[in-house]
């Protein structure tokens, strides 16, 4: 089945960067494309950034762009998230999704990142 385990997530000061990493499985993931979401407290989930299924095509959100890069590892069925110069409303649970036409949407189980001094 699919599975996406996200990791790399924790607490860091203002200005400093994390690398969330997302191992998946169960599909092939040479040929999906795959996104970053987050949720803060409160809100709903929203877009961070997606990439196509060579990387060779990335979209971010606006709230983002400048600061976040994603990236991905087909050989290690990864995908990536460098997030530089955080700021204090990046806190939020950031997961790794997958969608297919057929089957939906899936999600991993989300890694914390909180901005904080």
């Known amino acids: 089945q699919v599975q996406l385990v996200e990791s790399g997530g924790g607490l860091v000061q203002p200005g400093g960067s994390l690398r969330l990493s997302c191992a998946a499985s169960?599909?092939?993931?040479?040929?999906?494309?795959m996104s970053w979401y987050r949720q803060a407290p409160g809100k709903e989930r929203e877009l961070v950034a997606g990439?196509?299924?060579?990387?060779?095509?990335?979209n971010y959100a606006d709230f983002v762009k400048g600061r976040f890069t994603i990236s991905r590892d087909n050989a290690k069925n990864s995908v990536y998230l460098q997030m530089n110069s955080l700021i204090s409303e990046d806190t939020a649970l950031y997961y790794c999704?997958?969608?297919?036409?057929?089957?939906?949407?899936?999600w991993g189980q989300g890694t914390q990142v909180t901005v904080s001094s």
């Open positions: 990439i196509s299924r060579t990387g060779a095509f990335k």
């Open positions: 169960g599909f092939t993931f040479s040929t999906s494309a």
């Open positions: 999704n997958v969608g297919f036409t057929t089957r939906g949407d899936y």
